[in-house]
């Protein structure tokens, strides 16, 4: 069975080695094959594991990656229930990605095709080796994996310089948040000497109260940068310059669910930590309202999920700073279904619209792309929280818990909740109803995506529909909380204090709160019309002007630091040396070729002149 667990990520692994080395040689269709069953076995092998409970109470150790003097850090898999709920998110999600890019990333050159789903098959494989770690430092691996195909995927068309950017700057935010992720490793190796998770947590109580605090924190900056949260989010919604797929891979099934996974699964250092989980729900609900905010006013179909994936991760961390680690958990999977639909489902629409994303020029779609407007339905109705798509048993076991928690915190999650129902339903109303605004070329050109589009998108709202049932409360269906239940070996379950009748109450709040957005963008949208300019739109339409401060404090400061330093400490000091002594060298062999003239008279001369001052020198020693 180890074996078998191996070829989870290995699987994949081999894919992206054979699309990668014969992207040149292979068709589209042997590539397409290849991409996804790798991906496929990989679902199934993790099926089986879920089906029959291969678990293992140890981790698998199959070899020693580092051993030096008392370090001992194996090469090991941790198999337990929260991996193995990751290990179906990721393959399952992650394949049916794989099948919608056959046909979305069919028009791409052969070479391309294959460097494209090499790629894919190589982040996938990053993402279950970050899952499946036994320790934080394959755990590491694989997070630095992830972060290298995102830039790998992000800046795909790299002939595009803006593209390309997008691609650095991601690749730059992670890397901060990944030397803090980095410090914390090597904090418990000087603490502890191992850094295997059941060593860790088995020996929590030789770890003072600073270092768990120190320890706790640094991770922390490690998923705010994976995660995307205050203040290393930005990256993420200019990561929308990678083809349609990619982004609902990044958002649905792989890179910014590690951070919340990493936290999940150091719930032990966690509870030791209040004052680090105060901080982690004060940024999460800081950043789920900020990026929502945004999120009301971008016209890119993309950028509006972008944050919106934004804002959901927030409540995440909104939840694991509550103590709410099944609820995070929760919504992870649930996010994934309904993030990856309305992601995929964006992609159909900028298929069918032969590129064009400004949301401004389209309309009407819904008659030419019923599946895809229908599917994308469900995922604004999940996303909204409305009962009883998924989204709603997740959001509302998060806001219950800030509820519990933080009073302040859980009216910033249901305004946060309010402003996403409000948005997601804008983007649907102006993209699909009231009349086309695109060209006359491009309305000829719309029609609905081929079956291997359109059938993940069908699977993926029967996902969003009926995905959150494995979470109902208590409340409303006893024994109904199967996922809490699944994951209490591993994951502390809260235990809620308060009464049934609150709960109930709460959630009707929500609900119709939530409703009553819909209603409102219902009013405000059902006929397009331009949107009315104010300081405060301005103001979100330009994203908090959060790109330009950093812009202004930290870019142009490095950049003038690095010009000052270019000038007087490169070419002035560095540059000036090395020169110098060259043409010192240089200028000295040319004097000292005088010396070889040829000429026997010179050579007598220079040695009556050597003569003379030896002779002369000898005198003046000896007296």
């Given at each position: 069975?180890?074996n078998?667990?191996?070829?989870?990520?290995?699987?994949?692994?081999?894919?992206?080695?054979?699309?990668?080395?014969g992207r040149k040689?292979?068709?589209?269709g042997?590539?397409s094959?290849?991409?996804s069953?790798t991906v496929?076995?990989?679902?199934?092998?993790?099926?089986?594991?879920?089906?029959?409970?291969?678990?293992?109470?140890?981790?698998?150790?199959?070899?020693?990656?580092?051993?030096v003097?008392t370090?001992?850090?194996?090469?090991a898999f941790?198999?337990?229930q929260?991996?193995t709920l990751f290990l179906?998110?990721?393959?399952g999600?992650g394949?049916l990605?794989?099948v919608?890019s056959t046909?979305?990333m069919h028009?791409?050159?052969s070479?391309?095709?294959?460097?494209?789903?090499?790629?894919?098959?190589?982040?996938v494989?990053?993402?279950?080796l970050?899952?499946?770690?036994?320790?934080y430092i394959?755990?590491?691996i694989g997070?630095e994996?992830?972060g290298?195909?995102?830039?790998l995927?992000?800046g795909y068309w790299?002939?595009?310089i803006n593209?390309t950017?997008?691609a650095?700057?991601?690749?730059?935010?992670?890397r901060i948040?990944?030397?803090?992720?980095?410090?914390?490793v090597f904090?418990l190796i000087?603490r502890l000497?191992?850094v295997?998770?059941?060593e860790?947590?088995?020996?929590?109580g030789k770890l003072s109260h600073?270092d768990?605090?120190?320890?706790?924190l640094l991770l922390f900056?490690g998923?705010t940068?994976?995660?995307a949260?205050i203040p290393?989010?930005t990256?993420?919604?200019?990561a929308?310059a990678?083809?349609t797929?990619v982004?609902?891979?990044?958002?649905?099934?792989?890179m910014?669910?590690?951070?919340?996974?990493?936290?999940?699964r150091?719930n032990a250092l966690?509870a030791l930590?209040?004052?680090?989980n105060?901080?982690i729900?004060i940024?999460?609900?800081?950043t789920?309202?900020l990026?929502a905010?945004i999120?009301?006013?971008?016209n890119?179909i993309?950028?509006v999920?972008a944050?919106s994936?934004?804002?959901?991760?927030g409540y995440m961390?909104?939840?694991?700073?509550?103590g709410?680690?099944?609820a995070a958990?929760?919504h992870?999977?649930t996010h994934?279904?309904f993030?990856?639909?309305?992601?995929l489902g964006?992609?159909?629409?900028?298929?069918?619209?032969?590129?064009?994303?400004?949301i401004?020029?389209?309309?009407?779609?819904?008659?030419k792309?019923?599946v895809?407007?229908?599917?994308f339905?469900?995922?604004c109705?999940a996303?909204?929280g409305?009962p009883?798509?998924?989204?709603?048993?997740s959001?509302?076991?998060i806001l219950l818990?800030?509820?519990?928690?933080n009073?302040i915190?859980?009216?910033?999650g249901?305004?946060?909740a309010?402003?996403t129902?409000f948005?997601m339903?804008?983007?649907?109303f102006?993209?699909?109803?009231g009349?086309?605004r695109?060209t006359?070329e491009?309305a000829?050109?719309?029609?609905?995506?081929?079956?291997?589009?359109?059938?993940p998108?069908?699977i993926?709202?029967?996902l969003?529909v009926?995905?959150?049932?494995?979470g109902?409360p208590?409340?409303?269906?006893?024994?109904g909380?199967?996922?809490a239940?699944?994951?209490?070996?591993v994951?502390?379950v809260m235990?809620?204090?308060v009464?049934?009748?609150t709960?109930?109450?709460?959630?009707v709040i929500?609900?119709?709160?939530?409703i009553?957005a819909?209603a409102?963008a219902?009013?405000r949208?059902k006929?397009?019309?331009e949107?009315s300019?104010?300081?405060v739109?301005?103001?979100?339409?330009?994203?908090?002007?959060v790109?330009?401060?950093?812009?202004?404090?930290i870019?142009?400061?490095?950049?003038?630091l690095g010009?000052i330093?270019?000038?007087y400490f490169?070419?002035l000091?560095?540059?000036a040396?090395?020169?110098g002594?060259?043409k010192m060298?240089?200028?000295?062999?040319?004097?000292?070729?005088?010396l070889?003239?040829?000429q026997v008279?010179s050579?007598v001369l220079?040695?009556?002149v050597?003569?003379v001052?030896?002779?002369?020198?000898e005198f003046?020693l000896?007296?």
């Amino acid at each position: 069975m180890n074996n078998l667990i191996a070829l989870i990520p290995l699987l994949p692994f081999i894919g992206f080695l054979i699309n990668g080395l014969g992207r040149k040689a292979l068709s589209k269709g042997v590539v397409s094959i290849i991409g996804s069953g790798t991906v496929l076995a990989s679902f199934i092998i993790s099926v089986l594991i879920f089906v029959y409970h291969y678990y293992s109470a140890t981790p698998i150790r199959y070899f020693d990656f580092i051993h030096v003097g008392t370090l001992n850090i194996p090469f090991a898999f941790q198999v337990d229930q929260l991996s193995t709920l990751f290990l179906l998110i990721i393959t399952g999600v992650g394949f049916l990605i794989h099948v919608y890019s056959t046909s979305y990333m069919h028009e791409e050159k052969s070479e391309h095709f294959g460097r494209y789903f090499a790629f894919l098959n190589l982040f996938v494989f990053s993402m279950l080796l970050l899952v499946l770690g036994a320790n934080y430092i394959i755990m590491f691996i694989g997070w630095e994996g992830v972060g290298l195909c995102s830039y790998l995927l992000i800046g795909y068309w790299f002939k595009n310089i803006n593209y390309t950017k997008a691609a650095n700057k991601a690749f730059v935010m992670n890397r901060i948040g990944d030397l803090g992720f980095l410090l914390a490793v090597f904090w418990l190796i000087a603490r502890l000497g191992t850094v295997s998770y059941d060593e860790v947590f088995s020996n929590l109580g030789k770890l003072s109260h600073g270092d768990i605090l120190g320890i706790t924190l640094l991770l922390f900056v490690g998923a705010t940068g994976k995660s995307a949260q205050i203040p290393l989010y930005t990256w993420l919604p200019d990561a929308m310059a990678g083809p349609t797929p990619v982004s609902a891979l990044i958002h649905a099934a792989t890179m910014v669910t590690a951070g919340i996974y990493m936290i999940a699964r150091s719930n032990a250092l966690y509870a030791l930590a209040p004052v680090t989980n105060n901080i982690i729900a004060i940024i999460g609900a800081a950043t789920a309202l900020l990026a929502a905010t945004i999120a009301l006013r971008q016209n890119d179909i993309k950028k509006v999920l972008a944050y919106s994936t934004v804002s959901q991760l927030g409540y995440m961390f909104l939840a694991l700073g509550s103590g709410a680690y099944v609820a995070a958990v929760f919504h992870v999977m649930t996010h994934a279904f309904f993030k990856a639909l309305l992601f995929l489902g964006s992609g159909s629409v900028i298929h069918a619209m032969s590129g064009q994303q400004d949301i401004r020029y389209m309309g009407g779609l819904s008659k030419k792309l019923k599946v895809t407007y229908i599917t994308f339905l469900i995922g604004c109705l999940a996303i909204s929280g409305i009962p009883p798509f998924s989204g709603f048993f997740s959001k509302d076991a998060i806001l219950l818990s800030a509820y519990e928690h933080n009073k302040i915190l859980y009216i910033i999650g249901v305004i946060t909740a309010a402003l996403t129902a409000f948005y997601m339903f804008r983007l649907l109303f102006i993209t699909f109803n009231g009349k086309f605004r695109g060209t006359e070329e491009e309305a000829h050109h719309v029609h609905e995506s081929p079956a291997a589009m359109t059938l993940p998108l069908i699977i993926l709202a029967i996902l969003s529909v009926i995905g959150g049932f494995v979470g109902v409360p208590g409340v409303m269906m006893r024994g109904g909380e199967k996922l809490a239940d699944y994951l209490s070996p591993v994951v502390p379950v809260m235990e809620h204090q308060v009464a049934g009748s609150t709960e109930m109450i709460l959630m009707v709040i929500t609900t119709v709160i939530a409703i009553a957005a819909i209603a409102i963008a219902w009013m405000r949208y059902k006929t397009y019309k331009e949107e009315s300019v104010s300081p405060v739109s301005t103001f979100f339409s330009n994203k908090w002007y959060v790109d330009e401060l950093y812009d202004t404090i930290i870019v142009k400061p490095i950049q003038k630091l690095g010009a000052i330093a270019n000038t007087y400490f490169e070419r002035l000091g560095i540059d000036a040396l090395v020169n110098g002594v060259g043409k010192m060298v240089n200028y000295g062999s040319r004097q000292m070729r005088w010396l070889q003239s040829g000429q026997v008279g010179s050579y007598v001369l220079l040695m009556v002149v050597s003569m003379v001052v030896f002779f002369v020198l000898e005198f003046f020693l000896k007296r």
